[in-house]
């Protein structure tokens, strides 16, 4: 069959062409009020969520503080153990060779110099630096930030409260069967402290109310503080009373904060 014949048959097909002048379709694109909307909504979501995200780190570093001081007590208990029952030294302004810590948090060389903790005696037990500092606790020296945010009980590891001006018999402890005997469950001995108050590893705690709250205890645990016991637990403690919450205030001897930590601090 001739090709002439075949295309009288089959004719072949012809291109479609677009008529001249035509478009092509465009694709639907967000008016600038519906931009807007999708913007308001995401706004309003990150408003919900942020919040929440916030308790959750909070959580996260009150659980962390509170592992760090367990660790901490465990160290103390491990140390009284290999020295006869005898607890690592805690006195005014780090004295001593064989004190739990050293290094002074209001000297800015001392402040962030890692090798005070080290020689501290709590270190071959606890060995991390980062376990003497609150994950909450960001204040600095010089731009680094601190590497100790903890201090011990100024009853525990040494004689020196026996000399206070009227202590009226109030005890101090430095052997474990001493704890032991007055209840390791009921008595404190490190904390998390203010970080407007901290200087060395010992925290003052005045039972004659001569000084209420000399040294202050942390907030920065959504208005608490975490403190370890003696048998190895620790507890986090809610501030109550708002003047506890200003590093300058004068605080009263009924300050609730303050009798609370005085009835875990030592016994007669």
């Known amino acids: 069959m001739s090709k002439k014949a075949q295309d009288s048959i089959w004719p072949r097909a012809v291109p479609c062409r677009r008529p001249t002048g035509t478009r092509q379709p465009v694709a639907a694109a ?18 919900l969520l942020l919040p929440a995200l916030d308790k959750a780190k909070a959580r996260g570093n009150r659980i962390a503080c509170l592992s760090q001081l367990k660790q901490l007590a465990l160290s103390s208990q491990m140390y009284a153990a290999d020295n006869n029952g005898k ?9 001593g060779s064989t004190s739990w810590v050293l290094g002074n948090m209001k000297i800015t060389n001392e402040a962030t110099n890692e090798t005070l903790i080290r020689q501290g005696k709590f ?3 606890a060995s991390s630096v980062s376990t003497y500092r609150c994950p909450a606790d960001l204040s600095r020296a010089e731009g680094m930030l601190r590497v100790r945010s903890y201090a011990m009980n100024s009853w ?3 004689r020196t409260m026996e000399t206070y001006a009227n202590r009226n018999g109030y005890r101090t402890f430095v052997r474990d069967s001493e704890i032991a005997a007055a209840g390791a469950a009921t008595l404190w001995m490190l904390l998390d402290e203010h970080e407007a108050h901290i200087d060395d590893g010992w925290f003052l705690v ?5 000084r209420p709250f000399a040294s202050l205890p942390a907030t920065r645990h959504q208005n608490g503080y975490v403190l370890n016991f003696a048998d190895g637990h620790a507890e986090d403690y809610r501030v109550r009373d708002p003047n506890t919450q200003k590093p300058m205030a004068q605080i009263s001897p009924e300050n609730s904060d303050w009798i609370r930590l005085k009835q875990v601090t030592t016994t007669k």
């Open 30 to 47: 967000f008016t600038l009020i519906e931009a807007l909307v999708v913007m308001a909504i995401i706004a309003i979501l990150a408003g």
């Open 156 to 158: 525990m590891g040494s």
């Open 87 to 95: 607890l690592a030294e805690n006195l005014p302004a780090g004295q």
């Open 206 to 210: 005045t039972m004659d109310d001569s």
């Open 123 to 125: 270190f071959p037990y």
